[in-house]
């Protein structure tokens, strides 16, 4: 079974930008679509991105889209969220995940997601 560790996070300034990492251990990495999802304080865990097994497709939720990038790297068992113009309302634990659905219209619900890292920490100050 595949277990994720994301790294990165910090505290930055609005504007800045960071880029996430989630690496996973195990030779099933890239039989996974993986996702992204944040946690603010007092608030459920949302989607932020997502990515196909090959790369080839990406989504994204509509606050991210233009500054947020997701990608992977299955050589390296790794996926990435370059987050750019980076906004106080930014600020969350943020989550790497991972799917083995197959129906692309699920990919942004939290609940088809069964493997989980603990989180990483992004603070954005104004």
């Known amino acids: 079974q595949v277990q994720l560790v994301e790294s990165g996070g910090g505290l930055v300034q609005a504007g800045d930008s960071l880029r996430l990492s989630c690496a996973a251990s195990?030779?099933?990495?890239?039989?996974?679509?993986m996702g992204w999802f944040r946690q603010a304080p007092g608030k459920e865990r949302e989607f932020v991105a997502t990515?196909?097994?090959?790369?080839?497709?990406?989504s994204y939720a509509d606050s991210v889209k233009g500054r947020f990038t997701i990608s992977r790297d299955n050589a390296k068992n790794t996926v990435y969220l370059q987050m750019n113009s980076l906004k106080p309302e930014d600020t969350a634990v943020y989550y790497c995940a991972a799917t083995s659905i197959r129906d692309a219209s699920a990919y942004k619900t939290r609940s088809v997601y069964d493997l989980w890292g603990q989180g990483t920490q992004v603070t954005v100050s104004s």
């Open positions: 195990g030779s099933t990495f890239s039989s996974y679509v």
């Open positions: 990515i196909n097994r090959s790369g080839g497709y990406t």
